[in-house]
């Protein structure tokens, strides 16, 4: 059972705007560091945005800074990202990941324990 699963995603104009949602499945993450990945077509995963346990701490890649934000939700085990001002150099898959129980927040995709499947955002121009 994989215990992520985004959603949220699709094809939108440039400009435009989208939210996904990482939602837990089968255990709860509210004491994890989460964050968010992408990986675009031919490039390796990099890293986008992450959330400490509590949700004061945020971090952010420089290329979303300001047009992305991470969120989270404990009550509803569910992390978010809204992205705004999309260009067409978002266009990946996006992977929601958490970090193990009580870990520090980080920007390094191999820290990272879970992971979901993956959700596909297409920005066109």
């Known amino acids: 059972q994989v215990p992520l699963v985004e959603s949220g995603g699709g094809l939108v104009l440039a400009g435009g705007s989208l939210k996904l949602s990482c939602a837990a499945s089968g255990r709860t993450f509210s004491n994890n560091a989460m964050g968010w990945f992408r990986q675009a077509p031919g490039k390796e995963r990099e890293f986008v945005a992450a959330?400490?346990?509590?949700?004061?701490?945020?971090y952010y890649a420089d290329s979303v800074k300001g047009r992305f934000t991470i969120s989270r939700d404990n009550a509803k085990n569910t992390v978010y990202l809204q992205m705004n001002s999309l260009k067409p150099e978002d266009t990946a898959v996006y992977y929601c990941?958490?970090?193990?129980?009580?870990?520090?927040?980080?920007?390094?995709?191999?820290?990272?324990?879970?992971w979901g499947q993956g959700t596909q955002v297409t920005v066109s121009s």
């Open positions: 959330i400490n346990w509590s949700g004061v701490s945020r």
């Open positions: 990941a958490a970090r193990s129980s009580s870990a520090a927040a980080a920007t390094t995709s191999a820290l990272y324990h879970y």
